[in-house]
């Protein structure tokens, strides 16, 4: 089937405008992730969620970040008054549920604050 | 917490040759789960194998296979007979087992070329 999927594949903004990032998961997978990758800090955690359960936000840097996922399916990034050190790669992952433990990729957003 | 370390930045292996990739990763729990993950230039993350922490026979998948060492905290990737698609960052990860800590660890990756 389908594999995870993002758009747009590439961003470029302005710095101080608002963007917004989108994960379509793997049809019935129940938990959704995302993580950034950028080359001084690697890959790090943001945020998941699973099913109607409160999100884990633990990873999001600043309340300039947040995330929603709507009907427990498409999920969508948004970062407010983008910062050059935003400029990152967004990945996006599922998995079938908490009890099954392997993630699943999408090919990423990479954004570029100028 | 848990941190994931890969010592080498950059690998190159002889086409048709073995190489081993190496992480090392520190934590308090007795239960979790370790992954290599491929990224090649297109970015997507793509799964290359998996360990059980309580599962003391190590993981093989075709030409992969890892050396899982617990009481060490050494988790080594040896990718045999090396081919020209196997170029790409490997990263290493650990994800706890128990509830409520589902997000990956990621080490900081190694670049694997290929020489033909």
């Known amino acids: 089937g389908a594999g995870v999927s993002q758009s747009p594949s590439n961003k470029v903004t302005e710095k101080g405008k608002d963007v917004e990032l989108r994960c379509d998961p793997i049809s019935g997978h129940t938990a959704l992730y995302w993580y950034r990758q950028s080359l001084g800090q690697g890959l790090e955690f943001l945020i998941y969620f699973q099913g109607n359960s409160a999100p884990d936000k633990s990873g999001l840097p600043s309340d300039r970040f947040s995330a929603e996922r709507t009907g427990g399916s498409v999920s969508t990034l948004t970062i407010q008054r983008t910062q050059q050190e935003d400029s990152a790669v967004y990945l996006c992952?599922?998995?079938?549920?908490?009890?099954?433990?392997?993630?699943?990729f999408g090919p990423g957003t990479r954004l570029t604050v100028l | 917490a848990q941190t994931v370390t890969q010592s080498q930045p950059e690998m190159s292996v002889q086409e048709a040759e073995t190489v081993t990739l190496s992480c090392t990763y520190d934590?308090?729990?007795?239960?979790?789960?370790l992954f290599w993950y491929k990224q090649p230039p297109s970015r997507q993350m793509i799964l290359v194998i998996r360990q059980e922490a309580y599962k003391q026979q190590n993981a093989t998948e075709n030409r992969f296979s890892v050396n899982f060492q617990k009481a060490a905290k050494s988790f080594s990737l040896k990718i045999s007979d090396s081919q020209l698609g196997d170029a790409a960052m490997y990263f290493c990860a650990y994800r706890s087992a128990g509830a409520g800590s589902y997000q990956l660890t990621f080490g900081k990756g190694t670049k694997l070329s290929v020489i033909p």
């Open positions: 992952a599922s998995s079938p549920g908490l009890a099954t433990d392997t993630q699943y």
């Open positions: 934590t308090s729990e007795s239960d979790y789960y």
